[in-house]
């Protein structure tokens, strides 16, 4: 009797600690899975190079979680840092290049940069006792628009001597690798050797009984956040030096990643807990998702469902480990250092074994073929203009008979890069690119040279690396017509706005440098007012309706796109295409149906689906060794009313 009741103890014993070990360890399961299933699924996921890459992938990522670490076991949330990162690289590249400053002061100042603005977060949280949220809120806006007013709006080159942490050392271990592991240690130490360390963990248990235990909460705070900025400068210097540019644009959106890494990862919004190493795996889990996701041609759209899905479960898992009265995911505790160590290394044998077992589902397959797999990396899908490149590259693909993998680099050059690197691991016959930035793109551009990858550009060019050719409309060009022609219905006089595109992009300065270029020859012409609306109809309207407010005697619009031109009508309302004319840009399906009904004068039109029939078509031909032209030009033509009926498009 006495021995049955021990043996069922025991097994239930068993059962608990397995039950245990799961919850303890679920961000590692997680990671375990994923390699697994991506090396299954794709042959060429567990290759030295794509796993390289992976570790590139996560390195910002993953040093803003460090970062945001510190700031989540004290209970507190930053979202400023992906802001932070981007005008500290800033600060670098104008101090050094623009202003003569040394280059190593230029890096002292981009760290300090960081460091003053996480100070200004804590003070603003401490001392004038705004919410977490709130105060970095302000400054995720202050810090963009320092970063937009410094640059002007235009990338920065990056000094060569920095631009190295973008480098390999001994031509195959990534230098911001090496920083990445760096910062997580310095995390570790800071959390578990330090005071403030514990003071983190004891302010995010309960603030208020560490400030009744002698710890002064304020000053803390103020050093936690000043942290979380140091380490944001650092992910800004890192992702700058990838793409040899600071891009005032650059992380935006990446305070959110950095967020889910450390929730992934283990630690708890409610704070007092949270450690460095889970974060890392939080960081490697995103990293492993977008690039298996992109080699398996998954839909950029559907890959952010599924990175929501996987923050979401991470937090359910958070919620049932607390319930079930998991370990505390703490850099503090001593007892279990040996049994954590020891399952990091079984983890790490039964991930080998098993990963090991299935690469021979694809030691079988041959090369054949990959000459007639192509990949496109498009500048962004939230645009017609776009769209349609994507829609003639795939019927021409269809045509053709080759396999075309489409990817959405969502106006984020680093993304872009991501997604060219995942492209050149995986041996595709010829790479597609529109570069969200001509010169953001070169050094991944450079990277596909020297895979010996035949490189195509669209609508953009890449600029210093190597391209069999360059399928695109002359934007500047463009930008000229565009002038001439609404000048001339003008009657070469009268007050005009200018709507631009987002900040920074290649394309808004040329189609912007065209117009301004074409505007001198008609002295009459006054440009009022000129605003960015960022590509975008809904910020074309309010934009536009602001600037009527101040200039509401304006007789012209020249939007840098048909989107935010058409956002432009809908705040004229009655005076669109009578008192007031208005000029769009791309020639889009909706662009043109408005210029059919009157309202818009005219369009600019690029034929985005033939640019992206003409790319594949080059793209096929390149693979297979047969010579392009270097440059083929589509031909821009400004499409109104009475030439809209021919248009094909």
């Known amino acids: 009797m006495a021995t049955d009741t021990l043996k069922s103890t025991t097994g239930a014993s068993g059962a608990s600690g397995l039950r245990r070990l799961l919850l303890d360890n679920g961000a590692l399961t997680a990671l375990i899975v994923l390699v697994i299933a991506m090396s299954a699924l794709s042959g060429d996921f567990l290759t030295t190079d794509n796993l390289l890459n992976v570790g590139v992938q ?34 670098l590249a104008w101090s050094a290049t623009s202003e003569g400053v040394p280059v190593f002061l230029a890096v002292l100042l981009a760290v300090a940069t960081g460091i003053a603005c996480g100070l200004v977060n804590g003070f603003l949280i401490s001392y004038g006792k705004l919410p977490p949220f709130i105060a970095t809120l302000a400054m995720l806006s202050v810090a963009r628009g320092l970063s937009l007013v410094i640059s002007q709006g235009s ?59 002698g710890l002064r909460v304020q000053r803390q705070k103020l050093a936690i956040y000043a942290f979380s900025g140091l380490f944001a400068a650092a992910a800004g210097i890192v992702l700058a030096s990838r793409l040899s540019s600071a891009q005032p644009q650059a992380a935006q959106g990446y305070e959110l990643d950095a967020i889910a890494a450390v929730v992934i990862g283990g630690a708890s919004l409610a704070g007092g807990t949270g450690k460095a190493s889970g974060t890392l795996i939080g960081a490697l889990i995103l990293a492993v998702l977008r690039n298996g996701l992109n080699l398996l041609s998954v839909s950029a759209f559907w890959q952010q469902v599924v990175i929501g899905v996987v923050i979401a479960l991470a937090v359910l898992l958070d919620t049932v480990r607390r319930k079930a009265g998991a370990t505390p995911v703490t850099a503090s505790g001593t007892g279990n250092k040996g049994r954590q160590a020891a399952t990091y290394l079984l983890a790490a044998v039964v991930a080998a074994a098993i990963v090991g077992a299935t690469s021979f589902l694809h030691s079988g397959s041959s090369d054949a073929g990959k000459s007639q797999r192509i990949g496109l990396s498009l500048s962004t899908l939230n645009n017609p203009f776009f769209v349609s490149i994507r829609a003639g590259a795939q019927a021409e693909a269809k045509k053709l008979g080759v396999d075309l993998t489409v990817t959405d680099a969502q106006n984020d050059a680093s993304q872009q890069a991501n997604q060219l690197e995942n492209f050149t691991s995986s041996g595709l016959g010829t790479i597609i690119v529109n570069p969200v930035d001509s010169d953001a793109v070169t050094p991944a551009a450079k990277a596909v040279n020297k895979a010996d990858i035949p490189l195509v550009a669209v609508d953009r060019a890449v600029n210093n690396a190597t391209t069999a050719a360059l399928v695109a409309s002359d934007n500047t060009t463009g930008g000229k017509l565009a002038a001439k022609s609404l000048a001339e219905k003008l009657g070469g006089k009268g007050k005009i706005v200018i709507l631009q595109g987002q900040a920074g992009t290649s394309a808004s300065r040329e ?67 009578k008192s007031v004319q208005v000029i769009g840009f791309d020639g889009t399906d909706d662009g043109l149906k408005a210029v059919k009904a009157g309202t818009l004068y005219a369009s600019v039109a690029q034929q985005p689906s033939e640019l992206g029939r003409i790319a594949v078509r080059n793209a096929v ?19 109104t009313e009475e030439n809209v009926a021919g248009f094909t498009g």
């Open 58 to 91: 996560a390195a910002v990522t993953a040093i803003l979680a460090f970062g945001v670490t510190f700031v989540i076991v004290s209970a507190g949330i930053d979202l400023s840092v992906g802001s932070v990162a981007a005008l500290s690289a800033t600060v």
């Open 621 to 639: 031909k390149a693979a297979e060794g047969e010579k392009v032209a270097k440059s083929v030009m589509v031909p821009v033509k400004v499409v």
């Open 155 to 213: 990338p920065i080159a990056f000094p060569d001597s920095v631009s190295h942490l973008g480098d390999t050392l001994g031509g195959w271990l990534p230098v911001p690798v090496l920083v990445m592991v760096a910062m997580g240690l310095i995390t570790a130490f800071v959390l578990g050797r330090t005071y403030i360390g514990r003071s983190m963990y004891a302010i995010g248990g309960n603030e208020e009984a560490a400030r009744l235990s």
């Open 511 to 577: 189609r912007g440098a065209g117009f301004a270029e074409g505007l001198k020859a008609y002295p009459g012409i006054e440009v009022v007012a000129k605003q960015p609306a960022d590509w975008d109809r809904t910020k074309g309207l309010d934009v536009m309706t602001n600037l009527l407010q101040a200039n509401p005697d304006v007789s012209g619009v020249f939007a840098e796109n048909d989107e935010m031109a058409l956002g432009a009508i809908k705040a004229l309302g009655s005076k669109a295409g």
